[in-house]
């Protein structure tokens, strides 16, 4: 496990009193590092130092529902839809007056660094995505799956019932252990390791969020309507034309698209990696390394 990781700082920006970690020069280039579900800024704990003494200015945010990230207004929707949480990273952008930011992520904040980089390309200089192009629609999502297919997204069919609100509500921790163990079937973390992590799924909104980000992508929970207009053009399946790097691990075991399906969405200059060795989910915590050398590659496509 990486030493402590901080310090943590706090800025509010758009709706959130956002909770994050900053190293490196502040006239580094920034790099902005948004991690997915059930994973917190942790998953960058050894990717963000080695980062800094590249001379990065490296931003690691808890997204909306994790950590010490608290919405700013108790009548706010805690809303878990995509656009929603791209206009939170634009926001954090807006509030450390950075005018262009190396984008990277996985899982949701991969997902999240793709609606950033296809709606405001101004704002992301490269980008590295876990499982390549995530953007997606809950018209698209009506389509069935193969059987095979929609078991491994059981957990999803599990929140949009109430009885699956309440299991994990009641049992979040649990529940990350499970698909931490699924989603990255060699990975050997300890104890103390999840533990650093879990301590962010404590947020009050925590559940609210999940939930309805399960729910909205499949059709059984409406957005907010002042994301319309983000989500009609999120559901062309927009093209990222900024410089990218795609990775995958080889034991991902949660699911994810096949490289060859997502190519043609990247038309800037692109180059997908697979990482050997019993790589799972979450990439840039079990191979911290190729991640880095990830965004220091890319980094250099748009230089």
Avoid at 31 to 41: E, S
Avoid at 175 to 202: E, N, V, Y
Wanted: net charge negative.
């Amino acid at each position: 496990m990486a030493a402590e990781f901080g310090p943590l700082k706090q800025v509010q920006a758009g709706l959130l009193d956002v909770g994050y970690v900053e190293q490196g020069s502040p006239n580094g280039q920034a790099v902005v590092l948004l991690h997915g579900w059930p994973y917190d800024i942790h998953a960058f704990a050894d990717a963000t130092p080695a980062l800094a003494d590249a001379g990065y200015r490296v931003i690691v945010p808890y997204l909306r529902g994790y950590g010490t990230t608290q919405f700013l207004s108790p009548n706010t929707m805690r809303n878990g839809q995509q656009s929603a949480l791209a206009v939170d990273a634009v926001a954090l952008l807006d509030a450390l007056d950075i005018d262009t930011a190396v984008v990277g992520g996985f899982d949701w904040g991969a997902r999240t660094a793709n609606v950033v980089a296809a709606l405001w390309p101004e704002r992301c200089k490269a980008l590295v995505s876990v499982s390549g192009y995530l953007i997606g629609s809950p018209e698209a999502n009506r389509t069935p799956l193969p059987p095979a297919a929609e078991q491994s997204w059981w957990y999803q069919f599990y929140f949009a019932t109430e009885r699956g609100r309440a299991g994990y509500d009641q049992n979040r921790y649990e529940f990350a252990q499970l698909i931490w163990h699924t989603a990255s079937p060699q990975w050997k973390f300890d104890d103390a390791t999840f533990a650093r992590s879990a301590a962010a799924f404590a947020n009050v909104d925590h559940s609210d969020i999940v939930i309805h980000n399960y729910r909205w992508r499949i059709g059984a929970a409406d957005g907010e309507r002042e994301y319309d207009d983000y989500e009609k053009q999120l559901a062309t399946g927009p093209v990222i034309a900024v410089p990218t790097i795609t990775l995958e691990g080889d034991a991902n075991g949660a699911p994810h698209p096949q490289p060859e399906a997502y190519a043609k969405k990247f038309t800037g200059k692109y180059m997908h990696r697979t990482i050997r060795g019993g790589v799972g989910h979450n990439l840039p915590q079990e191979a911290p390394d190729a991640f880095v050398e990830a965004v220091i590659d890319v980094d250099g496509f748009a230089s």
